[in-house]
């Protein structure tokens, strides 16, 4: 069966994010395969209109991989019918008002998160969105990444028992940008451009919980500026007001507790930027971006605290390497066949802009419990919200 192509309306493309993995990665990969497979065997093409403020930009990014269109006039891309998804890879401040114009003129939505500063707005979307009958989805990548998918291959085949707790480490040292240029962009610092940690991570580390382990009942969050004063990219001093680290305890459903440091401000020394620590009755895993290790109870040596005498085991080889047992494609360009597939053929979709708030809601607790130094419950955010 023949389709007519998908148009996508990319919004940000110049920036890191949305070149390398919604664009590069993603959408001409499935473009260069020749479209999105779909159910009945056949495939639907997609095309992309490049989006943004600079013309320049646009133009070498369009002349680099062949691609006819792009614009720097939202609107126009929005009134013309030829675009079905409008795609948002902006930086946050800049959303919520562009997704509104595109629910307004009923395209599908695809954004990247947080969808928007406040809670109050992201609901706003859900129900702009719910209301107007438009398909929309929120990026959940982390969800696709190897080391995850074996973790939740772990968690669904009962290997954990009763789970009791996760323990989170993400980071690594961003530079100030004097010395060395910072691997970052500045906006990533300043509070009043939607910069700081927690409004990046929280919501990434919503979804995975989430979805992993079961929904967030509570935080207890510190949110910090370790260094104060950043170089930006024009070699300009300033001053870094949004937080660059944060240590949170999280409850979930079931009484389990997850325990997540994030920071700009630290040193690697772990085999990977994120690991996840998941310890169960039964068993343990330590997941990260591609790899996860797993000790069963059956393998559990048997510690004895004894300061007076140097440790002579070596606990990293009671450990085994979960198996791929699968092929793991970009996840990026796997959420964004899901998405496709959502909007031509109506296939199942959970990753919505209720989820999406869902994740706003949780740094927005975070930086409360911060600012009060109190725990901060969250009630049920149901499709009625």
Not at 15 to 20: I, K, L, T
Request: net charge negative; with cysteine.
């Amino acid at each position: 069966m023949a389709h007519d192509p998908i148009g996508i309306i990319m919004n940000g493309v110049t920036g890191r994010m949305g070149y390398r993995q919604h664009l590069l990665r993603s959408v001409l990969a499935i473009r260069q395969a020749g479209g999105v497979l779909l159910a009945d065997g056949s495939r639907v093409q997609v095309e992309p209109l490049l989006v943004g403020r600079s013309e320049s930009k646009l133009a070498e990014i369009a002349k680099q991989h062949d691609i006819p269109d792009w614009t720097t006039d939202l609107d126009a891309a929005l009134s013309d019918p030829r675009w079905q998804i409008y795609g948002d890879f902006q930086i946050t401040s800049a959303r919520v008002a562009a997704i509104k114009q595109a629910i307004a003129a009923g395209k599908a939505i695809y954004t990247e998160k947080p969808t928007a500063g406040t809670l109050d707005e992201a609901l706003e979307l859900a129900a702009l969105a719910r209301s107007a009958g438009v398909k929309n989805g929120v990026v959940h990548d982390k969800l696709y990444l190897p080391g995850l998918r074996k973790l939740a291959r772990l968690v669904e085949s009962g290997f954990f028992g009763r789970i009791l707790s996760i323990r989170g480490e993400f980071g690594y040292w961003v530079f100030e940008g004097d010395w060395q240029p910072a691997q970052r962009p500045s906006w990533n610092y300043r509070a009043e451009d939607g910069g700081g940690i927690v409004a990046d991570m929280f919501p990434h580390w919503n979804y995975v919980l989430e979805n992993l382990f079961g929904p967030v009942e509570a935080v207890y969050a510190r949110a910090v500026t370790h260094v104060p004063t950043r170089v930006d990219e024009a070699g300009q001093e300033y001053p870094a007001t949004a937080d660059d680290a944060a240590y949170a305890v999280f409850e979930l459903a079931g009484g389990v507790l997850a325990q997540i440091n994030s920071s700009w401000a630290v040193r690697v020394n772990r085999k990977e930027l994120v690991e996840f620590q998941v310890d169960g009755t039964h068993g343990s895993a330590v997941a990260g971006l591609f790899g996860c290790r797993a000790q069963h109870r059956t393998a559990t040596p048997k510690p004895v605290w004894n300061p007076d005498l140097a440790e002579t085991h070596d606990y990293f080889t009671d450990w085994a390497e979960v198996p791929d047992n699968d092929t793991f494609d970009n996840g990026f360009r796997t959420q964004w066949e899901q998405f496709v597939r959502h909007v031509a053929e109506d296939a199942p979709y959970s990753y919505d802009l209720l989820a999406g708030a869902r994740g706003v809601r949780l740094a927005e607790a975070g930086l409360e419990s911060s600012r009060t130094g109190r725990r901060i419950e969250l009630p049920a955010l149901g499709k009625d919200a």
